[in-house]
């Protein structure tokens, strides 16, 4: 397992980590959810189990995340998209021949559905793990009749220029003014169109009992979209609350990756 940077265009680093085989036929992208990182469970699984069916994992750390230097990048949907693309380049040029394959988990799964649906891009399959769908709604404060939550979070706004919700996901993030406007304008639903450039293969997990990203809006999603959606019954947005869950998800991943 090898953890290195990437520079951006920007200036700004990605931190990464990856574990390739031998002869890999395949690289997986790795894209963790909100306030999580590339040592999240889930990244760490795939690092585990996918080299052993000959595919590279490589993890990366989301701007504003991780303890490493994606921390020192303002989170913002094009910052998220370059690192993404940052990491497609490096596995490109470092695995040529091998197919890219995306895996999402959450937040992860949104950026990397807005990524093929804007931006030139390689791979042609990718896994969406509790996928954040309905993201915009998590961020949306109202003025007009402002909760307790939401009135914390108006007075952060106004004193710092920024709120830090965790979620109750993992270390709180900052979420500035101008990354809550880029959530207030980039509906997934709407936007989602991987088709513009070219067939992707896709492929949803979620669970029902998940209180994070509610399981009607990914059914929703997936209906819209004709994606395959595998549910899981009694399991929160970790995907892993029951033993076996988490590796089935690999699981199901790995037969849209191989085809088989």
Do not use: W
């Amino acid at each position: 397992m090898r953890n290195f940077l990437l520079q951006k265009d920007n200036g700004h680093q990605v931190a990464c980590v990856q574990e390739v085989p031998e002869g890999a036929k395949g690289i997986v992208v790795a894209v963790h959810g909100f306030t999580s990182s590339k040592e999240s469970p889930t990244v760490q699984r795939l690092l585990q189990r996918l080299p052993g069916c000959g595919l590279g994992v490589i993890g990366i750390d989301q701007p504003a995340h991780g303890t490493g230097a994606s921390r020192e990048e303002e989170l913002r949907i094009e910052a998220c998209k370059d690192s993404l693309e940052a990491a497609e380049q490096y596995a490109c040029s470092q695995y040529p021949g091998a197919e890219i394959y995306y895996f999402g988990s959450s937040f992860g799964a949104y950026i990397i559905a807005l990524y093929v649906s804007t931006r030139p891009h390689t791979g042609r399959k990718a896994f969406f793990r509790s996928a954040a769908v309905n993201m915009p709604e998590l961020f949306r404060i109202n003025r007009e009749n402002p909760t307790e939550t939401e009135k914390a979070y108006i007075r952060e706004l106004d004193e710092k220029g920024y709120i830090q919700p965790s979620l109750d996901l993992g270390s709180p993030v900052k979420v500035t003014r101008a990354m809550l406007e880029d959530l207030a304008a980039t509906d997934l639903f709407t936007v989602f169109n991987p088709g513009k450039y070219g067939a992707h293969q896709i492929a949803m997990a979620h669970g029902t009992a998940d209180k994070v990203i509610d399981p009607k809006a990914a059914e929703r999603f997936a209906r819209q979209f004709r994606i395959p959606l595998t549910f899981f019954e009694g399991e929160g947005h970790s995907l892993s609350d029951r033993p076996g869950t988490a590796d089935q998800v690999v699981d199901l991943a790995l037969d849209l990756f191989l085809g088989r």
